[in-house]
T-cell receptor
Framework: DGGITQSPKYLFRKEGQNVTLSCEQN?????MYWYRQDPGQGLRLIYYSQIVNDFQKGDIAEGYSVSREKKESFPLTVTSAQKNPTAFYLCACSIGGLAGGENTGELFFGEGSRLTVL | GDSVTQMEGPVTLSEEAFLTINCTYTATGYPSLFWYVQYPGEGLQLLLKATKADDKGSNKGFEATYRKETTSFHLEKGSVQVSDSAVYFC???????????????FGKGTKLSVIP
């Protein structure tokens, strides 16, 4: 079955350490996204990528980095520069690039990764 | 830019009660509109959608009508169940915001708890 997989589901990090969250999809979707979810704040966009080797900052990109070397993979690194990294992180993908006629606007989400900084 | 205003929760209902979660949007044009649901500890999944004005999306007993005149997309269900307890998000389709960038907006989410 096609889908989008995030790992690990739970992750603990000491202050000052970088950590990378994995996101893999086998839906053959062009666009991929990373969101952060905090209680009472809904979803906030960190980064998105419409095509391989290209990505753009979202609303809260500071302290995060991404890469898009393969169509199916969009890992997120939470760096030590992120001041308050404890959160639930959600990866999503969508058909086609955002400007493309194929894109319906529907996002397909992974199960999320919960990061806790000790 | 586009924005979504969603009814704040939490909402607590008894089983079989009627549910309404309000969602209004501000957008350039009339984008497709979506409701997503997030069950505890999980990611979001699409609940229903409407692609044009006066469209009604429906799924699992939930309905929402895209009302252009009131720029609203309220979520309703006639009789909720305990299994409907979740967080519900309203969202428009991504909107071009200029300089090659896109705005991807979600409502803040409304937590629904249904008690037996």
């Amino acid at each position: 079955d096609g889908g989008i997989t995030q790992s690990p589901k739970y992750l603990f990090r000491k202050e000052g350490q970088n950590v990378t969250l994995s996101c893999e999809q086998n839906l053959n979707h062009d666009a991929m996204y990373w969101y952060r979810q905090d209680p009472g704040q809904g979803l906030r966009l960190i980064y998105y990528s419409q095509i391989v080797n290209d990505f753009q900052k979202g609303d809260i990109a500071e302290g995060y980095s991404v890469s898009r070397e393969k169509k199916e993979s969009f890992p997120l690194t939470v760096t030590s520069a992120q001041k308050n990294p404890t959160a639930f992180y959600l990866c999503a993908c969508s058909i086609g690039g955002l400007a493309g006629g194929e894109n319906t606007g529907e996002l397909f989400f992974g199960e999320g990764s919960r990061l806790t900084v000790l | 830019g586009d924005s979504v205003t969603q009814m704040e929760g939490p909402v607590t209902l008894s089983e079989e009660a009627f549910l309404t979660i309000n969602c209004t949007y501000t957008a350039t044009g009339y984008p497709s509109l979506f409701w997503y649901v997030q069950y505890p500890g999980e990611g979001l999944q699409l609940l229903l959608k409407a692609t044009k004005a006066d469209d009604k999306g429906s799924n699992k007993g939930f309905e929402a009508t895209y009302r252009k005149e009131t720029t609203s997309f309220h979520l309703e269900k006639g009789s909720v169940q305990v299994s409907d307890s979740a967080v519900y998000f309203c969202a428009p389709a991504p909107a071009y915001s200029g300089a090659g960038s896109y705005q991807l907006t979600f409502g803040k989410g409304t937590k629904l708890s249904v008690i037996p």
